[in-house]
């Protein structure tokens, strides 16, 4: 009896055994074909991926433009005759669902930590025009301001249009020292025609110095404004540009006697540019024509024609070396340069109270120069100078420069990039006082997505 119980047990486990056995055969070849399905799947989106690179880079063509590596990627947001790219860097792009547009999410986080060995009046960039009378020295200060992140969409329209670029970008460099999101850019193109934010057509983004301060040289001219712009390519490698730009009267009202002032606009900043451009280095040489205004609506009201030109550019030199530079000058300018945008300098009051256009005069120089593929470092000075008017106060700036030397390291395939930086200013005012500042600032800034 006992042996025939063993027997039974022995066949009841070996049942038991062999329905696991095709239980798990069959989970096996369950889990077998959801494997083979996955890599299916994933053969297909690699397939698709490359699909859509390929339709973009046929669709899209590279500017004829010396491409430099930069921190602050100025240039890559620039509006370019027929929306060609800057570099051929066009990964990151993905098909939009049931449309023919691609879209790319972009940006960059960049930390900045900033000692200043004397008083500098903006503890997050280094503007030379703001430099204080007194101040603490030796102050330490961190944040993550430049931070930015931006949104790219791109499609074709039809032969006569050709393709169509939207870019909205943000950073973090809010008014009034806060941290609130700034709109940097927010512009379409289309047949050469574009409408909304960015930078001025008198601006010249490649021509920018490579530097971890924000800010820049303040003789570099630097502004963001609402415009409507037409371009045309006359070459390969030349082309035009003309525009209508939001007005902007910034008048120093010291010296106006009773006149307190209420700006006027009563046209529009007409702005044209024209350019050569070469994958050795480009050209440019902008103008702009203004009116500068007050009006405070009980009788007291003046204004004065202003305008300028300038010349900007960048010239390969010895291997991946480049120059870089930029010189304007002319009258009731202030709006445009990067120290004296928002500082009251297109204008003042003459000896008799009368309006006059002020002049001033900017530029800079810079050397970008790679030590190895990794590290690289520029050398940069600026100087801009203002024409002071008998009626503008003590205190108004006359005169600055701006230097500084760096040293960037960008790891090989990576998207990081760690730099120091060395900068220093000297501020002239109209009555001959003068201020300086030095500054060190360390960075470190990771792409998002690229």
């Excluded at 110095?209 to 070459?235: E, M, W, Y």
């Excluded at 440019?284 to 550019?313: F, K, P």
């Excluded at 009368?354 to 790679?370: C, D, P, R």
């Amino acid at each position: 009896m006992n042996t025939m119980h063993k027997l039974s047990a022995a066949i009841l486990l070996a049942m038991a055994g062999s329905s696991a056995l095709a239980a798990n055969d069959s989970e096996l070849d369950a889990l077998r074909a959801r494997i083979d399905a996955l890599e299916k799947q994933a053969s297909q989106n690699s397939a698709a991926i490359v699909s859509t690179q390929n339709e973009i880079k046929t669709a899209y063509k590279e500017a004829p433009l010396l491409v430099r590596r930069t921190i602050n990627d100025a240039a890559s947001a620039a509006a370019r005759i027929d929306n060609a790219t800057y570099g051929d860097d066009l990964s990151g792009f993905f098909k939009l669902p049931n449309t023919q547009s691609v879209m790319r999410i972009g940006g960059y986080l960049k930390l900045d930590a900033i000692y200043d060995l004397d008083p500098t009046g903006d503890p997050d960039q280094f503007i030379v025009s703001a430099l204080p009378a007194t101040g603490a020295d030796n102050q330490f200060h961190m944040h993550a301001k430049q931070t930015r992140i931006n949104f790219e969409i791109r499609r074709p329209t039809n032969d006569t249009l050709g393709p169509l670029r939207i870019l909205i970008e943000n950073d973090f460099f809010g008014s009034g020292g806060s941290t609130n999101y700034r709109l940097r850019h927010a512009f379409a193109q289309v047949n050469n025609i574009l409408g909304g934010y960015t930078y001025s057509t008198f601006m010249d983004a490649d021509s920018l110095p490579n530097t971890l301060d924000f800010a820049g040289p303040g003789g570099a001219v630097f502004l963001f404004t609402p415009q409507l712009r037409f371009s045309k390519a006359l070459s390969e490698g030349s082309n035009i540009a003309f525009a209508i730009e939001r007005p902007a009267s910034e008048i120093d009202y010291a010296g106006g006697g009773t006149v307190t002032g209420d700006a006027s606009t009563p046209m529009p900043d007409f702005v044209g540019r024209v350019r050569w451009e070469s994958t050795g280095g480009h050209v440019q040489l902008g103008a702009v024509l203004r009116d500068v205004a007050y009006d405070d609506g009980a009788g007291n009201d003046d204004s004065v024609m202003g305008g300028g030109a300038s010349i900007t550019g960048v010239v390969k030199v010895v291997g991946s070396d480049s120059v870089q530079f930029g010189f304007t000058g002319g009258q009731g300018l202030g709006h445009y340069f990067s120290d004296l945008n928002g500082g009251s300098q297109d204008a003042g009051f003459d000896a008799n109270g009368e309006l006059e256009a002020l002049k001033s005069v900017g530029g800079y120089v810079a050397y970008q120069h790679y030590w190895t593929e990794q590290w690289n470092s520029s050398l940069v000075y600026g100087n801009l100078q203002v024409d002071n008017s008998a009626g503008q106060a003590a205190d108004a700036l006359h005169k600055d420069q701006y230097a500084s030397l760096n040293l960037l390291w960008s790891p090989a395939n990576t998207r990081l990039t760690m730099g120091m930086e060395v900068l220093h200013g000297t501020l002239e005012l109209k009555d001959g006082s003068d201020r300086d500042a030095t500054r060190i600032q360390l960075s470190a800034q990771l792409d998002l997505m690229r």
